[in-house]
């Protein structure tokens, strides 16, 4: 069955995984890591088929309903998650906006139709209120979004994309109040920074945020097009109304006569001319001219062009609208379809999931998974924890190793520490970069690499006792832009070579250092994380 993410899902996804990251910041990455492995094995393993590959949607879905349902028993449900308290105001914004577009366009109608008996109502101000503003609206969208197709930049930097993007920023701050009088603490930080991660992963979502504020202006104007018919109905139905029409300029009945036959196509073929719009005598007996007055026009004329205007609000006001809408679904729909969770966020969730964890059973003399407890295989340098088949099938990774310790770093070493850490096998080692060579060299062996490997992951080694300078974020940002924007970036981290080995822990100071540095690249599907942990390898401890 395929699994469907709803945005809610997502809110609550990014607000567990940053509750998840400032919990590991604050040295509890040992808990983090066995309660996803412990999610994983109970849950999502089970219902695996042997030696498949890992399902990236269902299992972070599955994940996140376990994650849910602990937060509920935890905190109870009066603490709302941010997810159900953003369906909870779509839900009551859409009721609000489809009322209040009912009573203004009611209010509309009414002032339109207001009727006084002594001159009969001029059709031309009912069409250009009611039925042409709304054309126009409709033409202006059709050409955003042809600029979208073609110019994207363009589209962004509009004012009417501008003005979207403040009311969902205001939807948000109005959520924000919300959330945070139910929930405190690490929650209420969670929250705050959630929102913000939201509003600016368009990188990751696209333009998935926007199209609910979209299907909420359709919303506003199906109930503002029902208001027009039903204002319009009443009113002719409970009173007596004359319409007729007048212009200044010099405009015969034969030529409004091919107006609205014109406007009528879309229904003439359906309903008798006579009702689908007026016909020439009926249009030249209901012309007002102020002069004459209205003694001598017939009623059967003046009554002949409620229909018409009825048929233009529905055809060309409230049917778009429903479309609109049902588009506005369709494409919200197919794009949370789309979301591939490539994220390094996600990816590091899925390493905590899918990596035993490290234990060592001194009465068996042999490591085992610290939450499985099944026994694991030792290598040259260790146990050797690597992730089972469905979880590490298809996750190749190339490493690029600085030039001053790649002869230190030989791929024994290397895959046993990315195999530990990461889960994962490094299927080439690059060096990046020799002296007499620069960027340029290093990313097109980088590309014949990747051909020869399918390699999925990018591995760039550094060593964290060196603060990053400039040359180092500049390569990372010439990278990105060769790889694209969703293909995973590591940067593993080792610390100051110790002995015969440069994979030796990294140091808190170190370690803030870099995070601080990278996360100013704003850089979605970019990770960086400890090839060795603290405590190092001791198969002892």
């Not at 509920?72 to 449900?77: I, R, S, W």
């Not at 919300?178 to 696209?206: D, P």
Request: overall charge positive; glycine content about 8%.
């Amino acid at each position: 069955m395929k699994i469907r993410w709803q945005i809610k899902d997502l809110i609550d996804l990014e607000y567990f995984l940053h509750i998840d990251t400032n919990d590991i910041h604050r040295g509890r990455r040992e808990d983090i890591s066995n309660r996803d492995r412990h999610i994983f094995l109970q849950h999502i393993d089970p219902r695996l088929p042997a030696e498949s590959s890992l399902p990236r949607r269902s299992a972070i879905k599955t994940w996140l309903e376990r994650r849910r349902a602990v937060h509920q028993k935890t905190a109870g449900n009066e603490a709302a998650l941010p997810g159900e308290t953003y369906a909870e105001t779509f839900r009551l914004l859409r009721y609000a906006l489809f009322i209040f577009g009912g009573l203004s366009g009611s209010g509309l109608a009414f002032s339109l139709l207001t009727y006084t008996g002594r001159a009969p109502l001029n059709v031309s101000i009912y069409l250009a209120a009611a039925v042409f503003v709304q054309i126009l609206l409709l033409l202006l969208l059709a050409g955003l979004f042809v600029i979208r197709l073609i110019r994207p930049r363009l589209f962004y930097s509009s004012v009417v994309y501008s003005l979207v993007s403040r009311l969902i920023a205001y939807l948000f701050r109005k959520a924000k109040h919300r959330i945070t009088a139910s929930v405190s603490g690490a929650g209420r930080e969670g929250t705050s920074a959630v929102l913000g991660l939201i509003r600016g992963k368009r990188q990751i979502y696209g333009s998935l945020f926007f199209w609910p504020v979209f299907i909420l202006v359709q919303i506003f104007a199906i109930g503002f097009n029902l208001g027009i018919l039903g204002a319009t109905l009443l009113r002719v139905l409970g009173t007596d109304m004359a319409f007729g029409w007048q212009s200044t300029l010099q405009v015969s009945a034969a030529a409004v006569h091919v107006i609205v036959k014109w406007m009528a196509l879309p229904w003439s073929w359906l309903v008798p001319p006579g009702i689908a719009f007026p016909t020439l005598s009926q249009i030249e007996g209901s012309r007002l001219i102020l002069k004459d007055g209205i003694y001598h026009l017939l009623t059967h004329d003046l009554v002949a062009w409620w229909p018409f205007l009825c048929f233009a609000v529905l055809v060309y006001g409230l049917l778009p609208r429903i479309l609109l809408a049902l588009f506005g679904w369709a494409v919200q729909r197919r794009l949370l379809g789309k979301v591939d969770f490539a994220q390094a966020v996600c990816d590091q969730l899925i390493d905590r999931m899918t990596t035993p964890r490290v234990a060592f059973d001194r009465r068996a003399r042999r490591p085992a998974d610290a939450v499985s407890g099944a026994s694991l295989p030792m290598g040259e340098n260790g146990p050797l924890a690597s992730a089972p088949a469905h979880a590490v099938a298809g996750k190749k990774m190339i490493a690029l190793v600085p030039d001053d310790i790649f002869e230190h770093c030989p791929d024994a070493a290397l895959s046993a520490a990315v195999t530990r850490s990461l889960g994962g096998k490094v299927v080439a080692r690059i060096r990046a970069a020799h002296p007499e060579e620069d960027d340029a060299d290093v990313l097109d062996r980088l590309t014949a690499a990747r051909s020869e490997t399918d390699a999925t992951h990018f591995l760039l080694l550094q060593e964290a006792w060196q603060p990053p300078i400039i040359e180092d974020v500049a390569f990372i940002k010439s990278l990105r832009h060769h790889l694209g924007p969703h293909v995973p970036i590591i940067v593993g981290l080792v610390g100051r070579p110790g002995g015969d080995t440069v994979f030796t822990p990294v140091s808190p100071t170190n370690w803030n250092t870099w995070r601080g540095r990278l996360a100013a690249l704003g850089d979605p599907c970019l990770r960086l994380e400890r090839l060795i942990d603290e405590g190092g390898f001791d198969e002892n401890r």
